[in-house]
C-alpha cells in the first residue's frame, strides 16, 4: 500500500491540512492497480489507510466500496452528533 501514489499523496496531505466537516479524500485503485503494487484487497488497504490514522490521532473514519471492478476507499471527516438536552 506504501508505494500506491495516490496514498502517498494523501498520507502527506492528511498530515498537513485537515478535513473540513463533510469534506471527503478519495483513493481509487484498478485492478491494474492492485497487481503493479501487489495490494491483495481492498481490507488489505483500509487496514492501512486506519492505521496511519490512528497513530497521528486524526479523528476521520475510512469508507471503502467497489465499483465496476475498482475499489474505493475514502476518508471522511464526519462531525460527531451533540446530544440534545
Do not use: H
Not at 466537516?21 to 497487481?35: A, G, R, S, Y
Not at 484487497?41 to 490514522?53: E, K, P
Amino acid at each position: 500500500m506504501d508505494a500506491l501514489p495516490q496514498w502517498k499523496l494523501m498520507k502527506a496531505d492528511l498530515g498537513k491540512t485537515k478535513l473540513t466537516p463533510k469534506e471527503v479524500w478519495q483513493i481509487t485503485v484498478t485492478p491494474e492497480d492492485k497487481k503493479r503494487y501487489g495490494i491483495k484487497s481492498r481490507r488489505t488497504m483500509i487496514r492501512a489507510v486506519t492505521n496511519f490514522l490512528t497513530e497521528n490521532n486524526l479523528p476521520y473514519r475510512v469508507v471503502s466500496f467497489t465499483r465496476d471492478g475498482d475499489d474505493y476507499v475514502q476518508v471522511c471527516n464526519i462531525p460527531s452528533r451533540k446530544k440534545a438536552s
